[in-house]
């Protein structure tokens, strides 16, 4: 077989991560090859540099026998090149048809009027050849907003076709499907193969790798692990391969103390804008001093567990209860009243205000609270005075607190969110969702530190995190969401079976995960 | 006088020439927000620009004496300023409202300025050598009142409201062009990945709705009447950005608002000499609108919280 | 800091070279009229601050900007852009001429809050439609507002001519009674009264509660990050709707200060689009509070100087007019008037250009 693309030795800096370290893809015409790893292994900005849509910092890329990297590469080189990519963020337009969401860009005009209408007539003809040779049922008349996600995934599909892919990237496309859904596209994609046409599919479920590809590359935390034959290797191996790793943050666990439940999540049902993120009768509970850790792969309902406990979604079915009081749909200023403290998933988001001063995003949740302010007027001097102390205590450069939130790295930035909800005086229960993710090392181990430190002082912790690291080093149990159900809890002792958790986190307990 | 014979003096067989004539300046009022909303910018300027395009209709009339280069002097001034809109919107990121205030604002004080200093009046100008848009008769219709009074006497940018509606909507959802218009107002993300130019969609839709409100200013002010009074857009521009909600921005469905529109205000006109408050008439429209933007976004919430539901499978 | 420092006065630069330009601008146009431009100008200042008459007028003016000023920049903080405030005007002025002539005579103290109460609560009422329907089903406010406006206008409009009409010869209610009128400052003739306090107090309370209450504290984040304050325990609608609604009910207040200030009682059409200038002042110092009573100024004294400068040299106020809008495009656009820019474009023209980066 002829070997069409290659990449060697891809780095690829951003800002504050290093998100490939080496990378290494290669490419034979008409083979399915699958790319893996956790979360953040770099394999969607390895396939994004092939794209063009990044420029690299260091390495090569030929395409076809030619080297794309001598020059500047871009899309619209890849595109040229027959490379076309379905994102994980579907790239449609909802308000619009299939028909023209597929055209969109590369319309077919009708001659007679000086190429200004468009000729659907023929645009259908076209597609239609798609849709007979792959078997791709869509509807060409149907909005996007009417049409399952699989169909949506469809239509990313033609439409990279339409424009001439004979090399297609799939990004996590099994990430937004139901199973059914999931082996419609494993039956397009063996037709495409068929047709020799050549297709990278990215993905962490280790099942649907084994069925769908020819051979399978491993990434982990930005470096080329390995590549293997379909034929030649197991779950079990692809697991070890994706998940061992050499821990090297490990901080100094507090034993748990066996108190009384300060949070218990009874039967729970929370809505979602993605199928696999809705939270479907989940039950747990959370001690005092103790932390809890939510293992699973992103996405699979882990924020809008956060969200719900913390007030921010609406909970459909189901209590959350704390301390004894039902939290359940309380607003998020009722929930925090109640001693909840919590340090959101993205600090870009909900976590931080960037354009306002340290001090102000340190006590925007006790603002109320005297002595911060009286009858609704502010005391400016107290708050600066409070922000001030604590930034001395969780460490925060630079220390002075009037300057803008939005100026800091990732690590002290965090460390401000850490300090508005872990200064809090009082505080029950602590929601730690991502709590470090994409900060410097230095910063997680301090991070951790202080989360460890609360949950001394008597506070139950739930932490959510996709890094297993974290779970592994902070978690005194842990729980496995997969599918917005749970599907293990395991006791995080010295025995803890790590392979057993890479299992269950790929929706290994279920029967047809 | 009875409620009855009240009613039966208001609804008569001319209100509908009534009618479509107060429509006409809306609709093409209109024609500017839609453009603009399909590219997702909410262009309140229109009133401004008709002011510019209802000076410079009277003003080149008079003195060239054509209406044909008066109305197409109207046009061209109304893509001029919506082409300064849209570089001072995309290039240096003026909110879009305050922008189309300024123009709104600049559009009623700048052409009373023109007035006063080109033609030394104030107010309003008449004059006999300002030649208005023909109105086409049709003598055959003569002995009939009632068809006489429906199809004939309208003035040809009435008569050309229809198709050039029909022209908006065709290049709006036949063509190439107002497809990848469309795209880059749904979803700029989407434009982007299809290699659309994004700003350059912008800045054409916006210099089109110019073009259509300077012709409602030339209409306003050569076809409508024959002359020009300070004001004299009276809130039409505003009328047709509501009329393009009601339609949702739909160029069939505006025109049928503006037509709405267009009724309401000629019924209110006839109301006013029985005494009866014609204030309630005239708010129709826009209570409408309002509520039919409330509503779609609440039966837009309903849906998605059903789609989004984890009970059900 | 040192930076952010050398940052502000660049920015003051460009705003200042922006106002030169409108000046220069203005100046041509008035030269090409066939007048002397500083003559003009000289005219302008006269005819705004010289004089008790003059100097009054433009205080009057004052006072109404000023305060739909104050209340405009409430929602502008929050990015509600509240074209609005036009309508709760009328709504304001009409109700709180309402209990001024409804109500049997009452001493001042008591008749005068009852008025102004009445007017803030209808335009903070007015007001709340709009709000109501961005915080919570998240309409378009420039569109719903600008109809309101209209409604606002006719329902007035309704009032005046039928139950409270006066039954004069114009379209008007009777006058409120004697003792709801605010005492005029001594600057006959000219109608400025003491509601200049009212206004000043009204500057103040808004500057208070932006930058030293909870609420206003509430209101700076709801702007730049709604879901950080939903975390955070913000309520974020309510915060908007509140918002909207004192902005609602400053423009209320704005109305009643011209009833029981200026003309004491409601005429048709008392306020044509005056409401606009307030935004226009508001938006000439890019809300910030503290330039805003010397932006409120500057707008009066270029509509009341327009008036002296077309009494004295012929050349229309419609002219100013149309500069104070431009001239706020231009402060908007500032970045146009950056001419450290401009240096460097001519310098890398000689240079030849630099390749572009259009990577994402």
Request: aromatic fraction near 10%; charge should be neutral.
């Amino acid at each position: 077989m002829e070997k069409i693309v290659e990449m060697k030795n891809i780095h690829k800096q951003f800002p504050y991560v290093k998100a490939v370290d080496g990378g290494q893809f290669d490419l034979y015409k008409g083979e399915i090859h699958s790319l893996i790893g956790e979360n953040g292994a770099g394999k969607s900005t390895m396939m994004k540099i092939l794209y063009g849509m990044y420029d690299i910092d260091d390495g090569e890329i030929i395409i076809n026998g030619e080297c794309v990297t001598d020059k500047k590469y871009t899309t619209r080189d890849a595109i040229a090149h027959g490379i076309g990519m379905v994102h994980q963020e579907f790239m449609l337009v909802k308000e619009m048809t299939v028909l023209e969401n597929i055209i969109l860009g590369s319309e077919p005009t009708k001659k007679r009027s000086r190429n200004i209408a468009i000729d659907f007539e023929e645009a259908r003809r076209k597609i239609q050849y798609y849709i007979d040779n792959y078997h791709m049922a869509v509807q060409l008349d149907k909005k996007i907003i009417h049409i399952s996600v699989g169909e949506m995934q469809r239509v990313e599909i033609i439409k990279a076709l339409y424009r001439g892919a004979d090399i297609l990237i799939l990004d996590e496309p099994t990430a937004v499907l139901t199973p059914q859904e999931s082996d419609k596209l494993f039956e397009i994609l063996d037709s495409m193969r068929k047709n020799n046409k050549t297709i990278v599919f990215i993905s962490h479920k280790l099942k649907e790798v084994m069925k769908i590809s020819d051979r399978i590359s491993v990434m982990r935390a930005g470096k080329y692990i390995t590549t293997v034959k379909q034929s030649e290797t197991t779950i079990p191996d692809l697991a070890k391969y994706m998940v061992g790793r050499e821990v090297f943050l490990n901080v100094q666990r507090t034993p748990p103390k066996a108190e009384e439940v300060m949070l218990e999540v009874k039967d729970l049902y929370v809505p979602s804008e993605r199928e696999l993120s809705k939270i479907r009768g989940i039950s747990f509970t959370v001690r005092k001093g103790e932390v809890v850790g939510v293992a699973g792969v992103d996405g699979n309902g882990q924020s809008e567990l956060g969200e719900a406990i913390a007030g921010l979604r609406r909970v459909e079915k189901g209590q959350v209860i704390l301390d004894g009081v039902d939290i359940t749909n309380k607003s998020p200023l009722q929930v925090r009243k109640e001693g909840f403290v919590h340090i959101p998933e993205d600090r870009n988001d909900r976590g931080l205000n960037g354009s306002h001063t340290f001090a102000d995003n340190m006590l925007a949740a006790e603002i109320r609270n005297h002595p911060y302010s009286r009858f609704g007027v502010i005391n400016q001097k107290k708050i600066m005075d409070e922000a001030s102390i604590r930034a001395e205590k969780f460490d925060i450069r630079p220390r002075d607190v009037s300057n803008i939130a939005g100026s800091l790295s990732g690590g002290n930035a965090q460390k401000i969110v850490v300090a508005r909800e872990l200064g809090a005086p009082t505080k029950k229960f602590l929601l730690a969702a991502q709590p470090t993710r994409g900060i410097d090392i230095g910063n997680i181990e301090g991070i951790r530190r202080m989360i460890d430190d609360t949950k001394r002082d008597g506070v139950a912790v739930l932490l959510i995190s996709a890094d297993l690291d974290e779970i592994l080093s902070l978690a005194d149990r842990i729980i496995v969401l997969y599918e917005g159900q749970i599907t293990g809890e395991l006791v995080n002792d010295d025995n803890i079976d790590e392979g057993e958790l890479g299992y269950l986190m790929m929706g290994g307990g279920r029967e047809n995960g | 006088m009875s409620v009855v014979t009240i009613l039966q003096n208001v609804f008569t067989y001319t209100l509908v020439h009534d009618m479509i004539a107060a429509s006409v300046p809306i609709i093409l009022a209109c024609m500017c927000a839609v453009i603009s909303r399909q590219v997702d910018i909410i262009n309140i300027a229109a009133e401004g620009i008709i002011m510019f395009g209802c000076f410079f209709g009277v003003l080149v009339s008079y003195f060239t004496g054509s209406w044909l280069l008066a109305v197409l002097v109207s046009m061209g001034f109304g893509m001029l300023i919506s082409a300064f809109m849209g570089w001072v919107y995309l290039k240096y990121d003026v909110n879009i409202f305050v922008l189309g205030l300024c123009i709104n604002m600049m559009g009623s004080s700048g052409t009373r300025f023109l007035l006063q200093t080109i033609f030394q009046t104030s107010g309003n100008f008449v004059s006999e050598k300002v030649i208005p848009i023909p109105r086409i008769n049709f003598s055959f219709l003569e002995g009939n009142p009632v068809l006489k009074s429906l199809f004939s006497g309208y003035t040809v940018t009435e008569w050309l409201v229809i198709p050039i509606v029909i022209l908006i909507w065709f290049m709006l959802y036949k063509s190439v062009w107002g497809l990848r218009l469309r795209a880059v107002g749904m979803s700029e993300k989407a434009a982007v990945t299809a290699g659309i130019d994004v700003d350059g969609k912008k800045m054409a839709a916006l210099i089109v709705s110019g073009a259509c409100a300077g012709l409602a200013g030339a209409h306003l002010s050569l076809g409508y009447s024959c002359l020009f009074i300070e004001n004299m857009s009276g809130g039409r521009g505003f009328m047709g950005m509501a009329a393009m909600q009601f339609g949702g921005a739909n160029p069939l469905f505006a025109a049928l608002g503006c037509l709405i529109f267009g009724l309401s205000n000629s019924v209110a006109n006839r109301l006013t000499p029985y005494g009866i408050p014609n204030q309630f008439v005239t708010m129709i429209p826009y209570v409408a609108t309002i509520l039919i933007l409330a509503g779609s976004v609440i039966s837009g919430r309903i849906k998605r919280n059903k789609s989004e539901s984890a009970i059900r499978a | 800091m040192a930076k952010n420092k050398s940052e502000k006065l660049d920015s003051l630069l460009r705003v200042v070279t922006a106002f030169a330009f409108a000046l220069i601008v203005l100046s041509i146009i008035i030269a090409i009229c066939g007048h002397n431009p500083l003559e003009a100008f000289y005219q302008m200042f006269r005819g705004a601050f010289v004089g008790k008459f003059n100097l009054g007028s433009t205080i009057e003016d004052f006072i109404m900007i000023l305060i739909i000023a104050s209340g405009y920049s409430l929602t502008k903080r929050i990015g509600y852009f509240n074209i609005g405030l036009e309508g709760c005007l009328y709504v304001g002025a009409m109700f709180t001429a309402a209990p001024g002539f409804l109500l049997p005579d009452m001493p001042s103290f008591v008749i005068i809050p009852i008025c102004l109460g009445c007017g803030m609560l209808a335009g903070a009422i007015w007001s709340s439609i709009g709000g109501v329907l961005k915080s919570f089903f998240d309409v378009n406010e420039a569109c719903v507002t600008i109809m309101l406006n209209y409604v606002a206008i006719s329902l007035t409009d309704y009032l005046l001519n039928n139950p409270w009409s006066a039954h004069s010869a114009a379209p008007e209610t009777p006058h409120v009674q004697a003792a709801a009128m605010f005492p005029k400052l001594p600057l006959a003739p000219s109608r400025a009264s003491w509601t200049i306090l009212i206004a000043v107090i009204a500057w103040i309370f808004v500057y208070f509660l932006t930058f030293r209450t909870t609420f206003g504290f509430k209101l700076r984040h709801v702007a730049d990050n709604p879901r950080f304050c939903e975390a955070v325990g913000i309520k974020s609608k309510l915060i908007i709707l509140g918002t909207v609604m004192l902005s609602g009910a400053l423009g209320g207040l704005a109305g009643g200060c011209e009833i029981l200030g200026v003309y004491g009682n409601f005429m048709q059409n008392f306020s044509l689009n005056s409401a606009f200038y307030g935004i226009l002042a508001c938006q000439l110092v890019r809300n910030d509070l503290k330039l805003l009573p010397l932006s409120a100024l500057f707008v009066a004294f270029a509509r009341v100087g327009g008036s002296g400068m077309e009494y004295y040299t012929h050349i229309p106020k419609s002219l100013i007019d149309t500069m104070v809008p431009l001239l706020v495009l231009f402060i908007g656009m500032d970045k146009f008037f950056d001419w450290k820019r401009w240096m460097r474009h001519f310098k890398r023209k000689s240079v030849g250009k630099k390749p572009i980066d259009t990577n994402c």
